[in-house]
């Protein structure tokens, strides 16, 4: 019997039904005796129309929603990149003390603040556990000679300090040397940055015809003169006179200075000094 009903009014068929009639059509031909392959064949194709113009399920087919009308938690989500994992830091290593030892005195000696241990043993790449008693260590051996130095803990840190049984020699050392007069060659470099400031060394060099970078040296110790800056044009450093400067010659300011004119020497003069000026 043919279903002439539209294809949207057809009723799904399962599976279970296409078997038990398939069963029920077999029985019938064995009870007829017939066995024709032809006869299954015709069978078969008949079943195949029939699931090619129906919905095969095992139960009604749902209607399949749109995306839109799915929940939130339902809807299909962009899969998020997960984060590459972090290289693992390298393996520390037990130092030679040896090694251990002269890093260390290496990195206290130019650091200007006390440094942590982590930080210590990050430069060293040793463990925390070895580099402690390295330290330890270290200040014991500076205590045992009884050398100039020490090694102390301050806050969280390490640092050297003098020692202090050597204070008196360091003190006299920085008040003698403030005190010491300076040179011919300091002063005459002096009095040019005092009148020319800001000055590059290049210029006082010229000015005054001869290398001036051990007499700046100097002068930057005692702390009359500081940098304040770069030439725009050569970037050489721009040096000029601190308060200090002031503080010793008893001036309140730079226009206090005498004035430069009367300290020259007369044009003629100069002239038969160096004929070839």
Do not use: K, N
Not at 72 to 89: D, H, K, N, Y
């Amino acid at each position: 019997m043919t279903d002439e009903r539209p294809d949207q009014e057809r009723a799904p068929i399962s599976w279970d039904a296409l078997a038990a009639e398939l069963a029920a059509t077999r029985e019938q031909a064995e009870e007829r005796g017939d066995a024709d392959p032809a006869t299954w064949d015709a069978v078969a194709s008949a079943l195949a129309s029939r699931v090619g113009e129906r919905p095969v399920t095992d139960g009604p087919v749902p209607l399949v929603p749109d995306e839109d009308e799915l929940p939130l938690a339902s809807r299909a989500t962009e899969v998020e990149p997960q984060p590459q994992p972090e290289p693992e830091p390298e393996p520390l290593e037990q130092l030679d003390p040896g090694e251990l030892r002269g890093g260390l005195e290496a990195l206290l000696f130019v650091m200007d603040d006390p440094v942590d241990e982590a930080t210590l043993a990050a430069a060293l790449r040793c463990p925390v556990d070895q580099l402690r008693a390295g330290l330890a260590d270290l200040a014991a051996g500076y205590d045992e000679r009884s050398a100039g130095i020490t090694l102390r803990r301050a806050g969280e840190g390490w640092r050297i300090y003098t020692r202090e049984e050597y204070a008196g020699v360091v003190e006299r050392h920085l008040v003698e040397g403030q005190r010491s007069r300076l040179t011919q060659a300091a002063l005459e470099t002096l009095a040019v940055i005092a009148y020319r400031q800001p000055v590059t060394r290049a210029r006082v060099s010229a000015i005054r015809g001869v290398g001036v970078d051990g007499v700046m040296r100097t002068l930057l110790s005692r702390g009359l003169v500081h940098e304040v800056g770069s030439d725009p044009d050569s970037g050489g450093g721009l040096y000029a006179t601190t308060p200090l400067f002031l503080e010793r010659l008893g001036l309140s300011s730079l226009a206090e200075l005498p004035e430069l004119a009367p300290l020259l020497p007369e044009t003629a003069t100069m002239l038969q000094e160096h004929p070839d000026a």
